[in-house]
């Protein structure tokens, strides 16, 4: 009967090694993160397309991910592209990112996302729209220098605000980008840039 016990025991506390999925490339792809049907749990699908681990919006955007802890149960996506010369976010036809609001998912309260190429309606919002705003720094550089000019803020995407959505939009603001726990002061080489999602444990 003890024998029993041991080797049950001993199931169950390998039990959630057996469903890891394999690596997709050189990143490893943790439970409860499923690439399959047949690994991982299912309310957690990410996808493993041409050796590059995928999150895929509700709007049936694919987001590259660069990272992923475990231990925090947080994952770090890409933003889209701001495509050269227009000032425009990849996703901006969809609207920008949005999670299902059912999923498992959600944006963490680490981002710090900047708006370009906004309406002046923004300015009703309380968003940072300064002259020391961020996303003044962010184009300066490669991608965001297709913004330059436009009237650009920066935000710490809180608890107060929705945590399935980046809106952007023709007649709001047409391009965005985020960088995750950015300090004041950090020069921008050393920026984190992506958009930090977190999971909930599984049930």
């Not at 024998?3 to 490893?28: Q, R, W, Y």
């Not at 049907?37 to 681990?53: E, F, M, V």
């Not at 992923?68 to 149960?73: D, Y």
């Given at each position: 009967?003890?024998?029993?016990?041991?080797?049950?025991?001993?199931?169950?506390?390998?039990?959630?090694?057996?469903?890891?999925?394999?690596?997709?490339?050189?990143?490893?792809?943790?439970?409860p993160l499923s690439t399959s049907?047949?690994?991982?749990?299912?309310?957690?699908?990410?996808?493993?397309?041409?050796?590059?681990?995928?999150?895929?919006?509700a709007q049936g955007f694919y987001y590259r991910i660069l990272s992923?802890?475990?231990?925090?149960?947080k994952l770090v996506i890409s933003p889209p592209l701001i495509v050269k010369n227009t000032c425009c976010s990849s996703?901006?036809?969809?609207g920008g990112l949005?999670?299902?609001?059912?999923?498992?998912?959600?944006?963490?309260?680490?981002?710090t996302v900047m708006l370009f190429n906004c309406s002046d309606n923004i300015l009703l919002s309380p968003l940072n729209c300064s002259s020391?705003?961020?996303?003044?720094?962010?184009?300066e550089v490669g991608e965001g220098s297709g913004c330059k000019g436009t009237l650009c803020c920066h935000f710490l995407k809180d608890t107060a605000m929705?945590?399935?959505?980046?809106?952007?939009r023709a007649g709001g603001?047409?391009?965005?980008?985020?960088?995750?726990?950015?300090?004041?002061?950090?020069?921008?080489?050393?920026?984190?840039?992506?958009?930090e999602l977190q999971w909930l444990p599984p049930l």
């Open positions: 009967m003890m024998f029993v016990i041991i080797v049950l025991l001993t199931l169950l506390s390998h039990a959630p090694a057996l469903d890891v999925c394999p690596k997709c490339g050189n990143m490893e792809v943790p439970y049907d047949n690994c991982g749990n299912p309310r957690y699908r990410i996808y493993c397309n041409s050796g590059a681990l995928e999150f895929l919006s992923i802890n475990p231990s925090v149960r996703d901006l036809s969809l949005s999670l299902n609001e059912n999923s498992s998912f959600n944006i963490s309260t680490h981002n020391t705003s961020f996303c003044r720094q962010y184009e929705t945590s399935h959505r980046i809106r952007v603001c047409t391009a965005y980008t985020s960088v995750v726990d950015i300090k004041p002061g950090d020069p921008i080489d050393r920026w984190n840039y992506g958009i």
